[in-house]
């Protein structure tokens, strides 16, 4: 058990390789390149809302900061920089040395300089900033979607909302299709590499953290058009095979937030580039509809362009509980 | 009573003035301007320790800016963007009206954008990032202390520690005093017109929230100089000295933290130079110490350059109750 400044010395004042200057003064410095600009997020994770108590500090440390790369990556950003503020009801520093094992483990990965952070007394509460570079003018905005786009996503959605199911005592699933869905739900992997392939191909883009039907309809009111999403082209994983439920299987799918994957839009001029992008970063990417003129909302659609009713909607901190 | 998405389009998303995009996407963007650095800086307020249940939420929303501006304003750089995570136990939009009234308040007052945030349910929890712009290389850090140099204070440090004093029960003070002090602590005011002055000028800065002595001890320590703070050179305002207890007052006024001045130190050949921005500024500053070589701490002395023992020190959220 230690202090505020002797945690933060201890486990989280690592030299900077981007920034000017890191953790220690009253802010961090960090070098404007030309041409650059930066995208930044914050994100919180919260006991209680987010995961439960006794959660693994490793894997919470791991996933504060990916949601957070998810958001960059969405943005065609390269991953820069992170701030960390941190609440704990106790200094316990087994704990926060689990935390931060995880935290820069992911950081690592990525080249992200942690530039500072807040540690304080608190309920578990984890609130993370990142700041990513983009070329200017190149992100991968919510609002470029085009009529005549395809619909794409990464990965396959739906595993991380299963393995919800799975951990609540509600779902039960062959070990290792139950192992797949938990640890897609404890350390998602942020697409950071496709988002940045994607400059300059796709025209939109955004994170799916709050199911792909509502991620996707916000991508379609932002950029004033209608996107279909058909129903029998998203990707189905062995672990999502597993589930014998195929209403609860659709409905993790579409409604499921927590994968981080992506959605994008590209024009169907590119389908090769986009193909040739995935196969070289090993991870699958699917066409699962199609932008067009119309209403400004995300439909799910049968194979004969029929609406598929939801089984359940995306995610809303402080909407009714459904 | 709203959906989390509701409460944010309607009290936090606002047009961006300086962000190329600012509120709405998986992250804002942010224009590089060649030639300046970003400064950035996160800061936690939570129920419980920094505030009590019940606190005026918009004073909250004023603080929790304030504070990061703060921070800031001790680099020398000038506020551009800010980020806002906000965990409320309920959506409860009257509260997030008030807040967002406060937060703005000071963020049109200083020209920041809100670019980005998060609102999720948990205990009541602030979490503000700040990003801030400096000419490179004039940034005002704590490493830059040379011997030689003087100490500085703005304003007068301790009203806000007797203010908490006051609103715990511990104390008295006669009417005009006490809202003086509790004003001090509840809406601080941010030196942020002074740390841009300040560069070019002073060495080093840093702002004031753990208390006068343990943050220039961090200039100390960070720059490799002793520092002495002189005990009978601290400014008395007409609230500190409505206080009777030399020992609490004294206390206050070097352990206190949550006044958010700025103390800094500067060449002594630069003190008309300081003295005419302070006057410029219609904000007092007073030399308060010197800057020696010696070993890197800050020592509070008496007149006769004895040592003075200290009533309190600086607040350390997880150190023993002391």
Redesign the interface.
């Known amino acids: ?5 002797s ?1 933060i010395e201890k486990y989280f004042r690592t030299a900077p390789r981007k920034a ?2 890191g953790v ?11 041409g ?9 994770l ?5 995961f439960t108590a006794g959660a693994d500090p490793r894997k919470l440390g791991h996933k504060a900061l990916a949601v957070n790369l ?3 990556a ?2 065609g ?1 390269d991953p820069a ?1 992170a ?3 941190l ?2 009801p ?2 316990d520093e087994a704990w926060v040395a689990a935390f931060a094992d995880g935290f820069f483990g992911l950081a690592r990965q990525y080249g992200v300089d942690l ?9 578990l ?1 984890i ?1 993370v ?1 990142v ?2 570079e ?1 070329p ?1 003018g190149l ?1 991968l ?3 470029g979607a085009q009529p005549g786009d395809d619909l794409w996503v990464s990965g396959a959605t739906g595993e991380a909302a299963l393995g919800l199911e799975i951990v609540q005592g509600r779902l039960r699933l062959p070990d290792a299709a139950a192992q797949t869905c938990i640890a897609r739900l404890d350390t998602p992997a942020p697409r950071v590499e496709l988002g940045g392939r994607l400059r300059g191909v796709a025209h939109s ?3 799916i953290s709050d199911g792909l039907l509502a991620d996707v309809g916000h991508v379609a009111r ?1 950029s004033g058009v209608a996107i279909r999403v058909e129903a029998n082209a998203l990707p189905v994983t062995g672990a999502l095979a597993a589930c014998e439920d195929p209403q609860l299987r659709l409905a993790c799918m579409v409604g499921g937030g927590d994968d981080y994957e992506l959605a994008f839009t590209a024009p169907a001029d590119r389908r090769d580039e986009v193909l040739l992008i995935a196969a070289e970063l090993s991870l699958p990417v699917h066409r699962i509809g199609a932008v067009m003129r119309g209403e400004a909302e995300a439909v799910l659609v049968d194979r004969h362009g029929g609406r598929v009713s939801v089984p359940r909607r995306g995610y ?4 009714a509980t459904p």
Do not use: W
């Open positions: 058990v230690g202090s505020e400044f945690l000017a200057l220690g003064d009253d802010c961090a410095l960090l070098y404007a390149k030309p650059v600009q930066l995208a930044v997020s914050t994100d919180v919260n006991e209680g809302t987010h998810s958001d960059l969405a943005m950003a920089y701030l960390l503020a609440s704990l106790l200094a530039v500072g952070g807040d540690t304080t007394r608190g309920p509460s609130c900033t700041l990513g983009v200017s992100a905005r919510r609002d883009a955004i994170d932002a809303d901190h402080f909407a």
